[in-house]
């Protein structure tokens, strides 16, 4: 057996990777192909035109890419900026500092914006050094739309606002990992310059994609930026795009079949019902941690994550124990606390082809794990607010009217 055998169905819930639909299973289940026949760069147009709507742009560039986040991070920085090039970024929990980490190494100079972990991107922060660099030394502001590390949802339609305000020409770089296709993300009415996820995210789909977005103002200062790159230097992209054939090496067929039958769910449903699902998912959510008497570690409702809830547990209780009880005990995979807040919470991600049933069987393990590991929660209690929420709120599935 090359699985650790557990009864039924494992209840995945940690924030990525997530389930993936039998739909999509079934599309990647098949043969590789030649990527240089006719079906494949007929399959990728589509795909290239359809992935747009999930940014919500009609003006920008895609490109899929046989990546991580991480890998999509490095694209979008390396193809629209040069060595010290200052940037502006924020700093407020484990991805967030990941992609710091990398924005350095790649030798940008970094202005860090640190908040405490648990709140959002400090704006006021931005605002003064907007307002201070009138030469527009700034080249670009990169935010991480949802920092799954804390469940902090940044409010990307304000910074757009305060770059207006101020009349700065900085690109904005937004993570969009554990946003996109699950939380309201509006590429060209934010004037967001580059966009990207991951395909274990909200698409749900298996690891290895990255998709990136690029405005035309990204793709002007890609003419022009002097990193080096060149696994992911968007021109050797835009050359096969010109040939019609698109894939400058070698693409992994089942992803691109798999990314077709996602994309097909995702429109079939209706892009704005999904994030609507994940509203009612996320708030249900929260619903059911305050009745169990614990915090969510977003400090404030404004910044509330519809994808992950990062749960606060008594200082007597070490979360990595609840994590791993859940585990252990009911075939449940819930997140870990990271870095600064290992052992001080755990995460439930509700984000991707999920439901009302299956977030409530997630609940109901967490009520039993939270007993399991000493703290008096009151079996039921979450389960039943999080149920008369959904209850209220969840519609018909239009489909089958
Ligand atoms: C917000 C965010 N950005 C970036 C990443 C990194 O993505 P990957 O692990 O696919 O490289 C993650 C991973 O969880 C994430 O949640």
Redesign the pocket.
Known sequence: MDFVYGPGKNHLFV??PVNIPEPVIRAMNRNNEDYRSPAIPALTKTLLEDVKKIFKTTSGTPFLIP???????ESALTNTLSPGDRIVSFLIGQ??L??IDQQQRLNFRVDVIESEWGRGADLDALASKLEADRSHTIKAVCI??????TGVTNDLAAVRKLLDGYRHPALVLV?G??SICAIDFRMDEWGVDVALT?S??ALSMP?GM?IVCASPKAMEAAKTAKSVRVFFDWNDYLKFYKLGTFWPYTPSIQLLYGLRTALDLLFEEGLDNVIARHSRLGKATRLAVEAWGLKNCTQREDWFSDTVTAVVVPPYINSADVVKRAWTRYNLSLGLGLNKVAGKVFRIGHLGNLNELQLLGCLSGVEMVLRDVGYPVKLGSGVAAAAAHLRNTTPMITSRI
């Open positions: 924030p990525g990546t991580t986040g991480t890998g999509a991070w991805f967030s990941l992609w991480v739309h949802n920092e799954t590390a993570d990992v554990s991951g274990q995210k690891t990255g």
